[in-house]
């Protein structure tokens, strides 16, 4: 009898494991954080009957109670160049812990040591076309005492295709 094939997350979590990434997933979206909760129908509510919700289907009206507390991430293509992630909107929460970046690309922000972890996960959840849950230990952004528990869910294009993600971060004191 042939096994059982990997969830995303199994996938990740040995991943991430291997690679020493201080970070874990967890499809079953059963968040600490109350706030990540909220998000995650918010995010089913803008998807409607859609395979993914596009960035469009976010008004402020919906995200209201979320708007410091979330980022937007544009995915960019450009031909013969590696694919980047670029904040469109950096909640002021988020930024009171990484500063403004707004505008900038993760690669800007995050060190080359580190990237790889942000961009497994970012995978994951387009892979998954679903939300993700994160646990994290920080490693960059002089952010070592923080735990994160974080939402990661895709935003697709008129098609369906991913192409943008939906992010937030619930932070707690490191426990040692």
Not at 112 to 129: L, T
């Amino acid at each position: 009898m042939p096994a059982k094939p990997l969830s995303v997350c199994e996938r990740f979590n040995l991943q991430a494991k291997r690679a020493d990434w201080p970070s874990r997933c967890d499809d079953t979206l059963a968040f600490d954080n109350a706030r990540l909760k909220d998000l995650v129908g918010v995010w089913q509510a803008a998807r409607g009957a859609r395979d993914l919700p596009m960035r469009v289907d976010f008004s402020a009206r919906a995200l209201i109670r979320h708007l410091r507390d979330i980022a937007f991430q544009e995915l960019i293509q450009e031909p013969g160049a590696p694919r980047r992630f670029r904040f469109g909107f950096f909640g002021s929460a988020l930024a009171h812990y990484a500063g403004d970046c707004t505008g900038k690309s993760l690669d800007e922000i995050i060190p080359a040591q580190h990237i790889a972890s942000w961009y497994g996960s970012y995978d994951a959840a387009f892979e998954q076309r679903a939300p993700l849950r994160f646990v994290s230990q920080f490693r960059s952004l002089n952010l070592d005492y923080l735990t994160a528990e974080s939402f990661i869910a895709p935003l697709g294009d008129a098609g369906g295709v991913p192409c943008g993600l939906l992010t937030s971060v619930a932070y707690t004191p490191r426990v040692s």
